[in-house]
């Protein structure tokens, strides 16, 4: 069943005004109601945060790349859910590689990890290198493995170096681009969507 778009006068009462863009495909209604923002607005909107979501499994739509390039001089502050799908092939590796094409330079805080049957259970902190398992609740955080810290140390030093280049509120200002995975039936990634929202407020 699909969510409504919500009227500012619907949405819980909130400092920021959050505007999503994104094909519909990417569960864009869903994902500003879920968290108190508005779908499908003109980029030319004043905003406090553009939120794109983009389905791995369908790409990045002209609009979508429209309204990011219409944000380029206005320095508003921009973050990327990646939706990932139990039942699709592509991942969020893909989405991040398309992401870095189409929109601007990404940064991925964590990279995405998978349980034995190869749907997404947890997430890796690149900064702290911890693991967040979702499937506990609450989730469980905890350090990570030797050979997980071996995965991702390349991931972890062009993750810092961009980190060091914009500064740690470069995300406020508008020059760094987080790509944030998001199941769309599940708790995994959330915490960490909310977590940026509200360093804005």
């Given at each position: 069943m699909?969510?409504?778009?919500?009227?500012?006068?619907?949405?819980?009462?909130?400092?920021?005004r959050i505007h999503f863009f994104g094909h519909e495909s990417a569960y864009i209604a869903q994902i500003a109601h879920r968290f108190g923002g508005l779908a499908d607005q003109s980029p030319e909107s004043e905003c406090d945060l553009a939120v794109f979501a983009v389905n791995p499994a369908s790409g990045i739509d002209a609009p979508t790349i429209s309204a990011w390039e219409a944000m380029n001089d206005s320095?508003?502050?921009r973050l990327i859910i990646i939706v990932l799908e139990e039942d699709s092939e592509a991942d969020f590796d893909d989405a991040v590689m398309l992401c870095n094409r189409v929109f601007d330079q990404t940064v991925t805080p964590f990279l995405v990890l998978h349980d034995d049957s190869g749907l997404p259970c947890a997430l890796i902190s690149l900064q702290t290198q911890?693991?967040?398992?979702?499937s506990t609740t609450p989730p469980t955080i905890s350090d990570s493995e030797s050979e997980h810290k071996t995965l991702v140390s390349e991931f972890r030093d062009e993750y810092l170096e961009i980190l060091e280049t914009h500064g740690e509120d470069g995300f406020e200002a508008g020059?760094?681009?987080?790509?944030?995975p998001l199941t769309m039936n599940g708790p995994l990634g959330a915490d960490i969507v909310e977590s940026y929202i509200a360093r804005l407020n």
């Open positions: 699909s969510i409504p778009s919500l009227s500012a006068n619907e949405l819980p009462e909130s400092s920021l320095m508003v502050p911890e693991i967040i398992d979702y020059v760094l681009f987080p790509a944030i």
